[in-house]
């Protein structure tokens, strides 16, 4: 069963400060997976995609790694924004299958 | 290029009713999917739909929800005899094509309160 798990759940942090989330997966087999940022009553946003190959990406101050031997991603912000504060979603899809699986999000919150 | 559209973005109905909600994908696209995202839940997969055909409902409950993407007009999510369990927020989102890497674009959501 595909099962995405996400730390922490929630993170305070001042603005201009930098922070690091983490996702841990089980998926078979593996196609990508993606990190996605949710505004408080919005859809999801897509931030960064990535396949088996690839261990890292950017996406301006958000900087995703991906391990696919210890199925572990991480989603690194680098000089927060107040508009960062929302929450961030980590999800994988498996090949030949046309569903996500979505962690249930780390609420981040930056602080003035 | 509109983004996804959802409407009605908030809809209230009493236990017992039909709710009927909508989803415009983004143009050029004709793979919909719908999930619900539960409070303090991840989203759910529910349906998979293409023009005319339901592709995967396999996350959809068995009894009293259905849904369809008609030729012609928006693709419909409909729940009749609500219960107060069906409130959530339920997000449609749509894809060009069929390899699984496709970005999915997501709408901005209908929140469903049953009373």
Redesign the interface.
């Known amino acids: 069963k595909n099962q ?1 798990e996400q730390s922490p759940q929630s993170l305070i942090i001042l603005e201009g400060k930098n922070c690091t989330l983490q996702c841990n997966y089980t998926v078979s087999p593996f ?2 997976l993606r990190w996605y940022k949710q505004d408080t ?6 931030l960064t ?1 990535m ?1 088996f190959s690839e261990n890292t990406k950017s996406n301006g101050r958000y900087t995703a790694t991906l391990d696919a031997d210890t199925k572990q991603s991480s989603l690194h912000i680098t000089a927060s924004q107040l508009s960062d504060s929302a929450s961030y ?1 980590c999800v994988v ?13 780390t609420m981040l919150l930056v602080s003035p | 290029n509109a983004g ?1 559209m959802q409407n009605p973005r908030h809809l209230v109905r009493r236990r017992g009713q039909e709710a009927r909600l909508r989803c415009s994908p983004m143009k050029g696209h004709s ?1 919909v ?1 719908w ?1 619900r995202q539960l409070p ?6 529910m349906v ?1 739909l293409q023009k005319e055909n339901i ?2 409902e ?2 959809m409950p068995k009894e009293r929800f259905s849904a369809e993407f008609p030729k012609e007009g928006p693709s419909i999510l409909r729940i009749q005899q609500v219960v107060r369990g069906d409130s959530a927020a339920y ?1 449609c ?1 749509s894809s060009p094509g ?1 390899n ?2 496709n ?7 209908t929140r469903l309160t049953v009373l």
């Open positions: 995405v196609s990508n009553g919005r859809g999801p946003v897509s995609i396949t979603i899809s498996a090949i030949g299958y046309s569903t996500l699986t979505f962690g249930k999000g | 996804v793979h999917y999930y303090e839940e991840g989203l759910k997969f998979y592709i995967d396999s996350g997000f989102a069929t699984s890497y970005e999915q674009f997501f709408g901005p959501g």
